[in-house]
Nanobody
Framework: QLQLVESGGGLVQPGGSLRLSCAAS????????IGWFRQAPGKERDGVAC????????NYADSVKGRFTISRDNAKHTVYLQMNSLKPEDTAVYYC?????????????????????WGQGTQVTVSS
């Protein structure tokens, strides 16, 4: 059974950092592209960052470019989202999602409709 579990969320002050993890089980992570998405109260779930199955390609939303970094360790079955210089507007529930690489046109990797599998989410709150 394919499963994604996010962790690493919490409360952080503006300007601080967090690293989110997305642990995969029940499938071969090497074959999947992974996306990170976030959803604030009353808003749609938006793409934040995505990474190809090999890790060779990444894409970011304009709002997080230069502050967030997505990476993966297929041997550890885990994808990470390093978040630096956090702002109050980054407050949201963060989700990771998976799609077989073969089914994804990578230029569309920030579109939530492309993903088959989702984790349960982890809350990130940026506040002083």
């Amino acid at each position: 059974q394919l499963q994604l579990v996010e962790s690493g969320g919490g409360l952080v002050q503006p300007g601080g950092s967090l690293r989110l993890s997305c642990a995969a089980s029940g499938f071969t992570l090497d074959d999947y592209s992974i996306g990170w998405f976030r959803q604030a109260p009353g808003k749609e779930r938006d793409g934040v960052a995505c990474i190809s199955s090999s890790g060779g390609s990444t894409n970011y939303a304009d709002s997080v470019k230069g502050r967030f970094t997505i990476s993966r360790d297929n041997a550890k079955h885990t994808v990470y989202l390093q978040m630096n210089s956090l702002k109050p507007e980054d407050t949201a529930v963060y989700y990771c999602a998976a799609i077989p690489q073969a089914l994804l046109l990578f230029s569309q990797c920030l579109r939530r409709q492309k993903y088959n599998y989702w984790g349960q989410g982890t809350q990130v709150t940026v506040s002083s």
